[in-house]
């Protein structure tokens, strides 16, 4: 067991039962009162961010996961199936644990995996995605000067609010992240 001295950033523990990742953690010694840490931690399982105080020097459950890089080929009735980039065995991954990111995630994407032992915890994608535009109302001439936003549709389905003049066909990067409209990529 590890204790509160051994807390950085990008730690994972299991805390009330279910996997977090530190994510800012500060020790704070207020005048005559005891020394604590205060921790901000995002739940693996549901994405949720949490604070806790942990008493200077509480013992932790710290858990050991380990990175591999996988390639995502297909969705299916079970979930989303991922290759190995390494071994090239094939894992599915429920929706559960992809969440948001389904909407940025397309056939040939290299992703990170989270595993805790053989059971996947977490998929990251890369920071930044590619994504074609589908569908695209027209901009209104005149109004490219103001800066305005229009939604599109993406061909993972995700809809992004980009400038006007992205039009049906162009290819856009998107921060996979937040969801926002980065800039118009070039052939």
């Not at 695209?136 to 000067?145: H, N, R």
Request: glycine residues 10%.
């Amino acid at each position: 067991m590890a204790t509160t001295s051994d807390l950085r950033n990008g730690l994972v523990i299991k805390f009330n039962g279910e996997l977090h990742v530190v994510t800012k953690w500060e020790h704070r010694t207020p005048g005559n009162l005891r020394a604590f840490y205060q921790v901000k931690m995002k739940n693996l399982k549901n994405g949720k961010m949490i604070e806790n105080r942990f008493r200077s020097g509480e013992e932790i459950e710290v858990v050991r996961l380990e990175t591999r890089n996988f390639q995502y080929l297909y969705k299916d009735g079970t979930g989303y199936v991922f290759m190995d980039n390494e071994n090239f065995d094939q894992v599915s991954v429920s929706e559960d644990i992809i969440g948001e990111q389904s909407l940025y995630l397309k056939e040939g994407e290299n992703v990170q995996i989270m595993f805790n032992g053989e059971v996947p915890v977490s998929v990251e994608l890369p920071p930044h995605v590619e994504l074609k535009v589908i569908e695209a109302p027209p901009g209104i001439k005149g109004d490219t000067a103001t800066g305005g936003t229009k939604q599109v549709k993406t061909e993972t389905g995700a809809v992004i609010n980009a400038p006007l003049f992205i039009e049906e066909g162009d290819v856009i990067k998107v921060d996979s992240r937040t969801g926002e409209y980065i800039e118009r990529v070039k052939k």
